[in-house]
Nanobody, 126 residues
Framework: QVQLVESGGGLVHPGDSLRLSCAMS????????LAWFRQAPGKEREGVACYTVNDGEIYYEPYASGRFTVFLDDSTDTYYLHMTKLKQADTATYYC???????????????????WGTGTPVTVSA
């Protein structure tokens, strides 16, 4: 049974950094796409980044590029989202997600994903 458990969210100030974790279990990482999404209050869910396990390539949404970094610790099956220079506009619930298509990050990953965590809230406020 696939399980994704996010953690690390909280209340931070503008300009702060925060690292979110996604503990994954119940499947082998190879041949999957791993993604982070977020959903702000009153807005639709949007992609943050997508990690292709098979080649290590990462796609970042334009707003995330340069401020956010995703990485995978395959020794612990933990997927991370490290966020810097946080803005109030980054306030959202952040979700990790997994797709069984290994190359999904090279296409429309936002419309995909087969497994989801329950999310961890991030609030950026002065």
């Amino acid at each position: 049974q696939v399980q994704l458990v996010e953690s690390g969210g909280g209340l931070v100030h503008p300009g702060d950094s925060l690292r979110l974790s996604c503990a994954m279990s119940g499947f082998a990482l190879k041949n999957h796409g791993l993604a982070w999404f977020r959903q702000a209050p009153g807005k639709e869910r949007e992609g943050v980044a997508c990690y292709t396990v098979n080649d290590g390539e990462i796609y970042y949404e334009p707003y995330a590029s340069g401020r956010f970094t995703v990485f995978l610790d395959d020794s612990t099956d933990t997927y991370y989202l490290h966020m810097t220079k946080l803005k109030q506009a980054d306030t959202a619930t952040y979700y990790c997600a997994v797709d069984v298509r290994p190359w999904v990050c090279y296409s429309d990953y936002v419309s995909g994903m087969h497994y989801w965590g329950t999310g961890t809230p991030v609030t950026v406020s002065a």
